[in-house]
Structure formats: C-alpha cells, structure tokens
C-alpha cells in the first residue's frame, strides 16, 4: 500500500514539475514573439493647453466668449504647430516664432540632430528630440512631412495650425532651380533652359518613380502628407483639399505676407510687435519670377493639383480680410512697415534661422 501511494506521489509531483516547465516556456516563447509591444510609444492623452496658466486660460475660453468674439481682451495663444513648406519666406516667419517663444518661454519639439524630422518621410513623433509621452509641448516649426494623427498625438488639443502657400508656378520654378540637381531624371534633360525645355514637354521626362521626383510635381500636395501623382480628377484631391481647409485655421500667402501676418495676430491674440519681422533670405532679384505667360501657365497646368488648393485658399485667405475689414486691414499693415522702419533694426534676432 505504502509503496503503491508513494509511486503515485512520485507521478504527480513529476507532473507537476513538467507542467511548471511547459508553462514557462510558453510565456517565454510569447513574450519573445510579440516585441512590437515593448518598442511602441505608449498612448497618453494630451493635454487640453501647454500655456502655463491652462487653467485660467481654459476658465477665459470658456466663460466669455462674446468677450473674446468681439476682440476686446483675450488670451495670447501659445501652442502653435505651423507648418513649414518649401520656398515659402518660412526663415522670415521662423524668426517670428522664435521671438515669440522666447519671449513666453515657450517648449518648442525641435528634431534630433537634424534640421528637420526626416523629410521627406513622414512625422513620427519619436523624431522629436528628448520625446517621451504625455510631455508639453508650445511650438513645433521645424520642416516635416504633415501626418495629422502623430502631431495631434505631440500637441496640445488647444493647438493652432498655420501654415503659409506660395504661388505654385514661382514655387515650381524655385524648387526646379534649387532642387532639380537632386532629382536624376533631369540630369538628361538637353541644353541651357532645363526648365522651359522640361516644362515643353514634362510626361515625357518626369518619372514619378524616380528619386526625389516630389520636389517637381505638385510639391505643397506632398508636404501635406498627401499624393502628389493623382490626377486631378480623382475624388482624393477634392477630399485632400478639404482635409488642409479643416485642420489649418490660417493659410497665409507669401504674395500678401503682410496681411498675412495682421490675420495671424487676430487669429493668435497676439501684439503688433510679435509680428513685426526681418526680411530673411531676402534676393530681390532671384525670386522674381523669369516665366512667361505661356510657360507660367505650362506649370501651373503641370502643377495642377497644387494650383487647385492654392486658388482654394486663395479664396478662404480674401474672405477672412474681408471679414477683418478691408479698411482695417489696410490701416493695420500700414501700421506694421511704419513701426517696421522704426523698431525693426533694433530688435534682436530671436533664435535665428532654421
Ligand atoms: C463677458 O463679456 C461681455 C461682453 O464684453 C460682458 O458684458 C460680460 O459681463 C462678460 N461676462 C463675464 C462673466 O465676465
Ligand atoms: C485670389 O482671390 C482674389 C479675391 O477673390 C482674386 O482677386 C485673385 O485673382 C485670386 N488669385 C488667384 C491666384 O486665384
């Protein structure tokens, strides 16, 4: 009997023992099978504000907005994602931010150890020097490929989208003579004109497959994230046009940057002197414009994805003066070049150029 029961203990405990191992290593063999989940950024909420009073400023939003309607008090808005595109007079507006930042001690997310996140693939928020979730953060400007999800993901729901456009045909024309060096299907484009000769006859040499082919079709349409080889009829363009309209609440122009810049002070809360700004980059005569009518038609025609947001917000950007005030306006530009020529020399450069 004695040893009957014994023998069965033995089993049983050797059971036991191998059902411990075999547990084990299963757990083992699924942790090491799913790492995805250690190297994901954690999802945690942003914050409604980064200012450093949110509370108060959150109390102001919400308790009078009649007040903040009519434009008699308000608070200056401090989280800011603006979006920078290329060729854009964006050194100029840059230098706005930095003026502004430092004189709020704001949090700007600036890229690690680059100029810029990676363009041109597209935002990730862990390209964000010293990242980690749920950390405040004012300003982001730094030149990125728009992914609206992960910079909602970085930035205060509170945040202002601004961004600023460019005549497509000129932006076309700058990006051809800075960039095209970068982009190998025009290296055989034959003689001097590369641009006009490309422009006669684009479908020919444009290979939308080739290396850093984005800088020369519809380039604006892919700094927002989106395709810039759609044809224009596609329901994509009319549905990505609308996602721009949407998430910016201001589109400034480069042709009208001064009236842009009165818009952006309305729209931010912010004071005369936070806009006043250095003309940055400026070459007079380099950017003016060398197309004729015909080839400037060429490459908007070429560029037509782009041209179709830009009149678009063209459109959005006139109402908006015209909901300022027409009269306003003009007085309120004339306003920023008299204390331009006054206060611009003195004024230090903020944190200087991108
Ligand atoms: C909000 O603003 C309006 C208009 O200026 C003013 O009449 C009203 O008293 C204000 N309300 C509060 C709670 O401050
Ligand atoms: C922009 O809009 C204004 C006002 O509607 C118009 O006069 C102007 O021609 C437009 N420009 C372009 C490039 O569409």
Not at 60 to 68: C, F, I, P
Not at 189 to 214: A, M
Not at 304 to 332: P, S
Request: aromatic share 12%; proline share 5%.
């Amino acid at each position: 009997m004695a040893v009957r029961q014994g023998r069965q203990w033995r089993s049983v405990c050797k059971g036991l023992v191998l059902g411990t191992l075999l547990t084990s290593c299963m757990i083992l063999l699924y942790c090491l099978s799913t790492p995805q989940t250690h190297f994901s950024l954690p999802e945690v909420p942003v914050p409604y504000s980064c200012a450093h009073r949110p509370s108060q400023l959150r109390s102001k939003q919400t308790t009078n907005r009649s007040q903040q309607a009519s434009g008699q008090t308000c608070t200056p808005k401090v989280d800011i994602m603006f979006m920078k595109t290329h060729k854009t007079a964006s050194s100029t507006f840059l230098n706005i931010l930095f003026r502004f930042g430092e004189k709020h001690r704001l949090k700007f997310a600036f890229p690690d150890s680059r100029n810029d996140f990676f363009y041109p693939s597209v935002f990730q928020r862990s390209q964000v020097k010293d990242y980690r979730p749920g950390m405040c953060f004012n300003i982001i400007c730094n030149h990125l490929r728009f992914n609206a999800p992960e910079v909602a993901k970085l930035l205060p729901m509170d945040t202002s989208y601004i961004t600023i456009l460019r005549d497509p045909a000129e932006l076309f024309e700058s990006s051809f003579h800075y960039f095209g060096k970068l982009v190998p299907f025009t290296w055989k484009i034959p003689g001097d004109e590369k641009l006009t000769e490309f422009l006669r006859e684009p479908h020919h040499y444009f290979d939308p497959e080739g290396f850093n082919s984005f800088y020369l079709k519809n380039l604006l349409f892919f700094d927002f994230g989106l395709d810039n080889t759609l044809k224009l009829d596609d329901p994509r363009v009319e549905q990505g046009i609308r996602f721009i309209t949407d998430r910016f609440q201001l589109v400034m122009l480069v042709e009208h940057f001064e009236e842009s810049l009165i818009l952006l002070k309305d729209a931010l809360c912010w004071e005369m002197d936070d806009v006043l700004f250095f003309k940055l980059n400026a070459r007079k005569g380099s950017t003016v414009s060398k197309l004729t009518p015909e080839f400037r038609a060429k490459a908007l025609e070429w560029n037509a994805i782009d041209w179709k947001l830009y009149q678009h917000l063209n459109q959005t950007f006139w109402k908006k003066v015209d909901a300022y005030g027409r009269q306003r306006m003009a007085e309120d530009v004339a306003e920023l070049r008299r204390r331009e020529r006054r206060d611009g020399i003195h004024l230090h450069r903020g944190g200087g150029e991108l």
